[in-house]
């Protein structure tokens, strides 16, 4: 890199990260500014903008703040007090905001329940919420009579769109009832509560096992919402296109804040579809669309579309976006800017990438190292824990080098590490005695590596990374490269146990197109992965198990193994004497674990 362009990149570099941390630099841990009034401060100054379109209907910033001010006064009516819990369960549509936007107003905090989840799952989440109301809608009460007789204790269900009431614990919640006032709760309902109270709890994917519910503070929900209208740079022209669940942090506080705290229109969908996805941003004309990595990849993926070049998105947000697709997407549809980032729900790990450096999360350069506490810690894949020194402290990664991302905790919004409504679940969480003894960071369960000129790169997820052959195998690093391979349109990889070998071997989850031939795909992962790192299973699936925020769930694949009497589609060894990849029977299967093959 030259002088200039590197000059040119500082630049850009230190003008998005002022713009971030000056929209931050106020949050205070002790300060009574909530999040509702954040939300009302805009409506206030862009009252009769748009600030929201959905499924052919347009709200305005003060008709959003009526919805709200209705759902504070049923809280109001039903008799919850500041401190209690209300789960939301719905999916994406124009009550959403406003419902937990009002129950914030009287104190009251708003569990936020993935809307595609049902039986233990569903009861699981309800019952870690310690809520008892639900708002809901009719299309959600289906998943509700799937957990009667294992409620966790007896709830009432609140229907936004029900006629009227259909039993004892299914009521209608009536929001043009004449008789809930439209006007602002007093913000004395609210007085004495701080920005470290709990405004949200948001739930984890639950990728490998049940969700667990974040404590949202009122402080760590403006850190998202400003944080991404600073970044972001986007004004009251801007329309952003979201359709992301809203119960997530990444369209529900991240896609929020950069559109409404700014002015901003929010362009809502109620989920992905990526044969409408360019019709929808031509027609409303969106400047902004916030992202999945996963959702980018699904749009490469499609067929040419006459309006994917038709639009002026000048911005796509979010995080996760692969290096292989990254350049397609802004080559092949002409978006301007991406701003990649990366955080969590519940931790104090934030990266940004400002400068566009395709395949980064973010970038803390050398000269702003001790600003950020943000360290990588070498890991032990085999003993699954961080290394230490002989003095008990952890052994920080080399440039280059993969370890675990943390965090330093301390007191201040930019670092504060709220935890889980499970204590147990917040404290696993902490890594003790990393730089000095006594010290406390968050572990984000991520490994990554940084570059000489300060960019992060993510590698892995701990327990996702797995050992074979005396080597750390990536399963990223592998999905990114079988993703190449002409005719895969998903790939979930991941590690399996065979009897009487030490580690555990690859496998792939396919999911193929018509163009998809078995027979080259060995050759080319000869080509393209050492030995250790090649799939020694394949297995071809019509479609692969996502969360409601598009990551691959493992932990039934894992389960399953490479177990014919388990899995129903095609399954396939990567045979050592045949050299191709052959069909797995019982009794192949019965050979490999018997150890009749060495590998």
């Known amino acids: 890199m030259n002088v200039a362009a590197r000059i040119a990149r500082e630049i850009r570099f230190l003008d998005g990260l002022a713009r971030t941390l000056w929209r931050v630099r106020k949050i205070d841990p002790d300060s009574d500014v909530l999040i509702c009034d954040d939300f009302e401060d805009a409506v206030d100054k862009f009252a009769d903008h748009t600030a929201l379109i959905f499924e052919g209907e347009r709200y305005t910033y003060r008709q959003l703040d009526g919805l709200a001010n209705r759902f504070a006064a049923w809280a109001d009516a039903q008799g919850l007090q500041r401190g209690d819990t209300v789960a939301l369960l719905l999916p994406n549509r124009a009550e959403y905001i406003p419902a937990w936007a009002g129950l914030a107003k009287v104190g009251v905090g708003t569990a936020l329940i993935n809307n595609n989840l049902t039986g233990a799952a569903l009861a699981h989440c309800l019952s870690i919420s310690g809520a008892n109301h639900i708002i809901t809608d009719t299309e959600s009460l289906a998943a509700l009579d799937t957990i009667r007789v294992a409620a966790p204790r007896p709830m009432i269900a609140w229907s936004i769109d029900a006629i009227a009431d259909i039993s004892p614990d299914r009521r209608a919640l009536d929001l043009k009832n004449p008789k809930t006032a439209p006007e602002r709760p007093s913000k004395s309902r609210r007085a004495g509560l701080k920005s470290r109270d709990v405004a949200l709890y948001i739930y984890t994917s639950g990728t490998t096992g049940m969700p667990k519910a974040a404590k949202i503070t009122h402080m760590r ?245 797995f050992r074979w052959k005396g080597e750390n195998v990536s399963t990223t690093e592998v999905a990114e490269v079988i993703s190449r391979y002409p005719g895969v349109n998903e790939v979930n990889v991941y590690g399996v146990k065979i009897d009487r070998l030490d580690g555990r071997a690859g496998m792939a989850a396919i999911t193929p197109d018509d163009t998809f031939k078995l027979d080259g795909l060995r050759d080319y992962l000869v080509r393209e992965l050492p030995n250790y790192a090649r799939p020694m299973f394949i297995r071809l699936q019509p479609a692969i198990e996502t969360t409601g925020t598009f990551k691959y769930r493992k932990v039934d694949l894992v389960r399953d193994g490479f177990d014919p009497s388990k899995i129903e589609q095609a399954l396939y060894f990567d045979h050592p004497t045949e050299y191709r990849y052959v069909a797995v029977t019982r009794e192949l299967y019965a050979e490999i674990q018997a150890g009749a093959f060495k590998l």
């Not at 942090?249 to 229109?265: E, F, H, K, P, R």
């Open 221 to 465: 929900a403006q850190l998202y919402m400003r944080a991404f209208a600073g970044s972001t740079k986007t004004t009251a022209d801007d329309k952003i296109y979201c359709v992301l669940p809203l119960y997530h942090s990444t369209g529900g506080l991240c896609g929020v804040g950069a559109a409404l705290l700014n002015g901003g229109t929010l362009v809502l969908r109620r989920k992905f579809s990526a044969s409408h996805f360019w019709d929808d941003v031509s027609a409303h004309d969106c400047t902004v669309f916030v992202y999945i990595g996963e959702l980018c990849r699904y749009l490469v993926n499609q067929p040419p579309h006459p309006k994917e070049r038709a639009h002026h998105l000048r911005l796509a947000f979010g995080n996760g976006l692969r290096p292989e697709v990254w350049e397609e997407f802004i080559t092949r549809f002409g978006v301007k800017d991406v701003l990649e980032f990366y955080g969590s729900t519940e931790g104090n790990v934030s990266l940004f990438n400002y400068d566009r450096r395709i395949g980064a999360i973010g970038r803390v350069p050398a000269y702003l190292r001790s600003n950020f506490q943000v360290r990588l810690v070498k890991f032990d894949v085999e003993a699954e824990a961080p290394m230490r020194d002989a003095n008990g402290l952890c052994v920080l990664a080399d440039r280059n080098e993969p370890g675990e991302a943390v965090g330093l905790i301390k007191d201040d919004a930019r670092h504060n590490y709220t935890g889980y409504a499970d204590k147990a679940a917040s404290e696993r969480k902490i890594l003790r005695d990393v730089i000095t003894h006594g010290d406390a960071w968050f572990r984000t369960g991520d490994l990554m590596r940084q570059d000489d000129e300060g960019y992060f790169y993510f590698v892995d997820r701990i327990g996702d990374t």
